[in-house]
């Protein structure tokens, strides 16, 4: 009988991942920014599920909510950081309004949620799993943003790995490629400064040309990440279907070549002790 805290479970993997668990009969404390968009889900579940506030920002918040799946289940054995939103659009076309409160939900957020779990899991074990994306893998122009946000969830991510190891703690870097959920429609924001100069590269049109079109089924997903957080083997890292799988392979590729490359040079750079 797991438990389970998620975050951003008004729509996309959060919700799907907070349904799939409650229907195999685990425990799940469901949370969003706006309780009222998730209350409804809960009640087929006859107290299995409950739903919380939860503004991933506020670290009160996330310790209250915590405190709340203790009070209500003795505690959770996994966590899912899946908050977030994405950000396109060109590096110069982005103003601070605009990229500042990406950061603090991807990341800040992530931070303060995993911060006022970890008491509870360092206790008896457990789950991290941690929602990245293939973005965090490689960035691509016009992406830049949330290829940097996605980025620091990965460091963060395998840096807990190490720490957490020691108390039976497990961290799952989940990396999708293109699924068909929420994301490309309520989870995206577009830089409004667009510049001509960046056309070709700022992924403008990005958003109405792939959304409702994304090759991935959201439910077979969620039906790998339950089954990685059941392994005894799960891997640190989690590419989701073959968009995400063909990023890591041109990444892995592209880094060896330039190691390979610029070896005999670039490795040759400690104090001469002869």
Not at 69 to 76: P, S
């Amino acid at each position: 009988m797991k438990t389970w805290l998620i975050t951003g479970c008004s729509s996309g993997f959060g919700q799907r991942l907070a349904l799939a668990a409650a229907q195999r009969g685990n425990r799940v404390v469901a949370t969003a920014r706006d309780v009222k968009s998730i209350e409804e889900m809960a009640r087929p579940f006859d107290g299995r599920m409950i739903t919380l506030p939860l503004d991933v920002t506020d670290a009160a918040a996330a310790k209250a909510a915590v405190a709340k799946a203790v009070e209500t289940f003795g505690g959770f054995d996994v966590l899912v950081n899946n908050a977030g939103y994405g950000l396109f659009g060109a590096i110069e076309e982005a103003t601070s309004e605009a990229y500042r409160p990406m950061f603090e939900v991807n990341v800040f957020g992530l931070i303060e949620t995993t911060r006022a779990a970890l008491p509870v899991l360092r206790r008896s074990g457990g789950t991290i799993v941690n929602m990245s994306s293939g973005a965090g893998i490689a960035g691509s122009g016009g992406a830049g943003y949330y290829n940097a946000a996605k980025f620091a969830v990965e460091g963060i991510s395998e840096a807990l790995a190490g720490e957490l190891k020691p108390f039976g703690i497990r961290v799952l870097i989940v990396e999708p490629g293109p699924f068909r959920t929420d994301f490309l429609g309520r989870s995206i924001t577009m830089a409004a400064n667009e510049m001509p100069e960046y056309a070709a590269s700022s992924r403008r049109h990005y958003r109405e040309t792939n959304n409702g079109n994304q090759a991935g089924d959201p439910d077979k997903a969620v039906a790998v990440i339950l089954q990685a957080v059941d392994a005894d083997d799960a891997p640190l890292h989690l590419p989701l279907g073959p968009a995400a799988h063909a990023i890591a392979e041109r990444k892995l590729a592209s880094f060896r070549s330039d190691i390979d490359a610029w070896r005999h040079i670039s490795i040759v750079t400690d104090f001469d002790h002869s």
